[in-house]
C-alpha cells in the first residue's frame, strides 16, 4: 500500500534536484508531444535547448539575444521573490513595468533632442519611481484599508496597460508621424538609448543592473536585519510580530523594491530593444517572472538560472518553429509542461511516499 | 562538452538543406495561422504560392511573434538561416522590419500594411480593405433594424479608421437614421476581448457587427444573440451560419507569387503596392441568403463599378467630423488622405482615441 507522509523538514535535496528534474520530465513529455505532431523529437528539444548557445548558425546572435530576453525577467523576478518570501503578493509587475517604461521614456522625451550625460541616469531613477509608485498603491491600500494587494496590484495593470495606450495615442505620439500611434524611436536618440555596452553581447545596462539586483538581493536576504524579518514574516507571521517586525512596513517595501525593479526593467526595454512607446508595448514579462521566481526558488542565484532557461525556451522555441514548422502552440504548452513539473514534483519536497505492508487497523 | 558541439553542428547541417536552387521563403505572423482571420489568410496564400513552385521553395513560418524585440530577434535568425524573403504580415512590425532590412541588405522584405520603407530592400504591400467596407457598409445600413452598427476596431491606424469611415458612409447613404457605435480593443486578435466588446455592442443595441479584428469570436456571439455580423479576412460562416452576412476575405496569394517569382529571376525591386477588388486581391465571401436579392444584386453592381472605375468610396462632397470640408463635390479621396488618415467623417458621433 503506499501511504503519503508529511516530511519533518521540506526536503532540501529535492528543493535543489526538482528544477533539474522538471526540465528532463518536459524534455521527455515535450518529445513525446513533438513527435505526435509527426516532427523529430529529437532535433526539436537540440533546436530549444542546445541550439541558441552552441549552433555555429544562430549562436552567435542568440546567445547575446538570451541576455537580452532574460534581463528583465531576472530583473523583475528577484524583486519578487524578495515579496513572496514575506507572503507580500505582488501579481502586478506588468503594470508596475509599463509605468517604469512610461516614466523613463517620458524623461527621454521631454529632452528631445537635446544631448547630455545626465539623461540616461536621470531615466533610470524615473523609471525606477515610476514602478515604485505604481508598487504603492496597492502597497498603502494595503496597510490604510486591509485591501488585498494581488487583487489590487493585478487590476492595475489593465489600468496601466490603458495609460500606455492612451500615451502612445496622445501625449507621447511621435510629432513627425502624425496617423500613427507610438513615440519616437529612442534608439535613434543618442542621449537615451539604452545601446549594447560592449557591441555584439547583448549587454547593455538592464543586463548589469539583473545582476546588481540579484547580488544585492542575495546579501540583503542572507546577512542584513531586513532580509531576516522578511524570512521571519513569511514563515512564521506571530513570531515576526512578537519579535517586532512591523507587518505594514514589510509590505511597502517589499512591494517598494519590486515595483522598482520591475519599473527599471521597464525602462531599460523601451531604451534599448523595444526601442518606443507603443500600445502593443507590455508582452507580459511581468507575468513570466512570477514563474522565474517561483522556477528559481525564490533564490536570487536561482533565478539566474531560471530566467535564462525561460528566455532560452523562447528563443529555441521560435527557432523550432521556424526550423521544424513545430505550432506556436506546442511551444506554449512545452513551456507550460516545465511549471507543471516543478510544481508536481514539489509535492516531494513536503512530502514522501512509503510503501507499507497490510493495512492499519 | 566537445561531443555537444559536434551534435549541435550536426543538426544545423541537417536543418539546412544545402540546396541553392531553392528559394526560401520567411513568414513571420502576429497571431496564429488558426485564428480564422487574418493570419489564416495570410498563410492560405503562403501555402497556394508554396504549391504554385513546389520544390523550387522552401516557406518557413513563425507565428505569434509580438511587434518589437521579438520581432526584430525572429527576422534576424530567419535571415541568418540563408532566407531570401521574409514576409512580415502585420502593421506594427515597421521599425523591426526596418531595423533588421538595413542589416541584412541582401534579403528582400515585404512588410504588409506598412509604411515605414528606410531601406532599398523594403517593398511594403497593402490591400484597399476601405472598398471592401463600403460594401460592409451598404448590407448593413440596410439589414440593420435598429439603424445602429457595432464596430470592433483594433489600433486607430490609418487603415483602421478609412475602414470605419467608408463602412459609415456607405450605411448612412442607404440609412439616414445609422448610428455606429465604435470599441477599441488595442489589439489585433484576443478573443476573449472581442467577444465582451460584441456583446456590450449588442447591448447598446446593435444588431449588426463590424470587426476589424481578426478572430472569429464576435460572429459566434452574434450568433448567438440572434444579430448579424460580418467576418474579418476570411470566410467565417461555419462560426455563425445565420449571423454571417459576407466578409472581406483577403487573397494575397497572386501577390505573394509574383514577388516570390521575382526574386527567383533576380528582378525584385522595392515597391509600394495598394491593391484592390480590381487586383483579385479581396474578394466577398459568398452573401448569405437572408440577404434579400435585391441588395445582393445592389452589392454586386457596387463592386463591379469599383473594379471599372467608376466609383471611388470616397467621392465628395465628405466633411471631416468637425466640419470642416475634405473633398469638395465630385472629388475622390487622393491615397496620401487615406494613408495617413487620422479623422472620423462627419456624422460619426465617437470620439477618436487620442
Known sequence: MIRLEK?????????????????????????????????????????????????????????????????????????????????VWNIGAEGQYIIGALFGAGVALAFFPAPGWYIFPLMVIAGA????????????????????????????????????????????????????????????????????????????????AALIAVIFAYAMMTRHMLGYHVQLAGQAPRAARFGGVSPARLVVICLGISGALAGLAGMFEVSGPGGQVRIEFASGYGFTAIIVAFLGRLNPFGIVLAGLLLGLTYIGGELSQMMLQIPGAAIQVFQGMLLFFLLALDFQTNYRIRLTKGARA | MKKLLTAAALSVTMAIPATADTTKVGFIYIGPVGDFGWTAGHDRARAEMAEHFGDAVETTIV??????????????????????????????????????????????????????????????????????????????????????????????????????????????????????????????????????????????????????????????????????????????????????????VDRWAPYYIDRVQAVMDGTWEAQNSWLGFADGIIEMAPWNDRIPAELQEEADGLIAAIIAGDYHPFTGPINKQDGTPWLADGETAPDVDLATMDFYVEGITAELPN
Open chain 1, 129 to 208: 519611481f515610476g514602478g515604485f509608485l505604481w508598487a504603492m498603491i496597492p502597497a498603502i491600500l494595503k496597510t490604510r484599508f486591509n485591501t488585498n494587494e494581488i487583487l489590487v496590484s493585478l487590476l492595475l495593470v489593465y489600468v496601466a496597460e490603458r495609460i500606455l495606450a492612451a500615451m502612445a495615442l496622445g501625449l507621447m505620439r511621435n510629432p513627425d508621424q502624425p496617423g500613427f500611434p507610438g513615440s519616437r524611436d529612442l534608439r535613434r536618440y543618442e542621449a537615451a538609448y539604452n545601446a549594447e555596452i560592449f557591441a555584439g553581447t547583448g549587454v547593455h545596462w538592464g543586463v548589469v
Open chain 1, 7 to 87: 516530511r519533518k523538514e521540506p526536503s532540501r535535496f529535492w528543493r535543489i534536484a526538482n528544477p533539474f528534474l522538471a526540465v528532463l520530465l518536459t524534455m521527455i513529455a515535450g518529445g513525446i508531444m513533438f513527435a505526435a505532431l509527426g516532427k523529430d523529437p529529437v532535433a526539436a528539444i537540440r533546436l530549444i535547448f542546445f541550439d541558441p548557445i552552441f549552433s555555429e548558425t544562430f549562436a552567435s546572435y542568440s546567445r547575446p539575444q538570451l541576455l537580452i530576453k532574460s534581463a528583465p525577467l531576472i530583473l523583475i523576478a528577484v524583486g519578487l521573490a524578495i515579496g513572496f518570501k514575506a507572503n
Open chain 2, 63 to 248: 507565428e505569434n511573434v509580438d511587434y518589437g524585440a521579438d520581432a526584430e530577434r525572429v527576422m534576424t535568425q530567419m535571415a541568418i538561416s540563408g532566407t531570401d524573403v521574409i514576409f512580415a504580415a502585420s502593421f506594427g512590425y515597421g521599425p523591426d522590419v526596418n531595423s533588421v532590412a538595413g542589416r541584412f541588405p541582401d534579403v528582400a522584405f515585404q512588410h504588409a500594411t506598412g509604411y515605414i520603407q528606410d531601406h532599398p530592400n523594403i517593398s511594403l504591400y497593402d490591400a484597399r480593405f476601405y472598398e471592401g467596407r463600403a460594401v460592409l457598409g451598404h448590407i448593413g445600413g440596410k439589414m440593420t433594424e435598429t439603424n445602429t452598427v457595432g464596430y470592433i476596431a483594433s489600433f486607430p491606424i490609418p487603415a483602421v479608421i478609412a475602414g470605419i469611415n467608408s463602412a459609415y458612409l456607405h450605411a448612412k447613404a442607404v440609412n439616414p437614421d445609422i448610428q455606429f457605435r465604435i470599441i477599441w480593443t488595442y489589439s489585433w486578435f484576443d478573443p476573449a476581448l472581442e467577444a465582451d466588446a460584441a456583446e456590450t455592442l449588442i447591448e447598446q443595441g446593435a444588431d449588426v457587427i463590424m470587426q476589424h479584428t481578426d478572430s472569429t469570436a464576435a460572429v459566434r456571439v452574434a450568433e448567438d444573440a440572434g444579430v448579424m455580423a460580418f467576418g474579418q479576412a476570411s470566410d467565417m460562416t461555419q462560426f455563425g451560419p445565420n449571423a454571417h452576412l459576407s466578409a472581406i
